[in-house]
């Protein structure tokens, strides 16, 4: 199968403008307006002030591996020929909440390891409704 008959991933209310700028190639988290306190995934109100009003910020593009899964069995039959296939849990520099998930590229999974210093890369899937997702590279390998 190839990337393009790959689910696609379904933006909704509150991740839409994140989905836009990841088309982008820009990695952006919301800054509560209320308390400036930085979230990620994407929701209409802050957890720590209550606060309804937030604003998207470039984030750094830089994070830390927290952990992650190598899926084996076929959850979704669309992935039936990806199996078995790597996704990263990775936390943000820019804040110790902020955790976004990812696929692994640049390296194979022997190179894992807690911590490990990972840049988000911007990866166009083949098709006409331009999805884009953020992947992960180790840093010591980007060039
Ligand atoms: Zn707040």
């Not at 379904?10 to 400036?36: F, K, M, N, T």
């Not at 591996?65 to 790597?86: C, N, R």
């Not at 804040?95 to 911590?115: E, I, Q, S």
């Not at 210093?117 to 911007?122: I, N, T």
Request: hydrophobic share 40%; glycine share 8%.
């Amino acid at each position: 199968m190839s990337l393009s008959e790959r689910p696609r991933p379904e933006p909704d209310r509150d991740s839409a403008p994140w989905w836009e700028a990841v088309r982008r190639h820009e990695l952006i988290v919301q800054r509560c307006d209320g308390c400036a306190a930085l979230r990620f995934p994407a929701r209409s109100v802050c957890n720590r002030c209550r606060s309804r009003n937030w604003t998207w910020v470039p984030a750094s593009g830089t994070g830390r591996v927290y952990s992650w899964i190598i899926t084996h069995q076929v959850f979704l039959k669309g992935l039936a020929d990806e199996v078995p296939f790597l996704v990263l849990l990775v936390r943000l520099d820019d804040g110790d909440d902020l955790l976004m998930y990812g696929g692994l590229v640049g390296a194979g999974a022997d190179v894992l390891r807690p911590g490990l210093p990972v840049e988000a890369v911007f990866t166009d899937v083949p098709g006409e409704d331009g999805t884009t997702l953020v992947q992960w590279k180790p840093r010591d390998l980007v060039s």
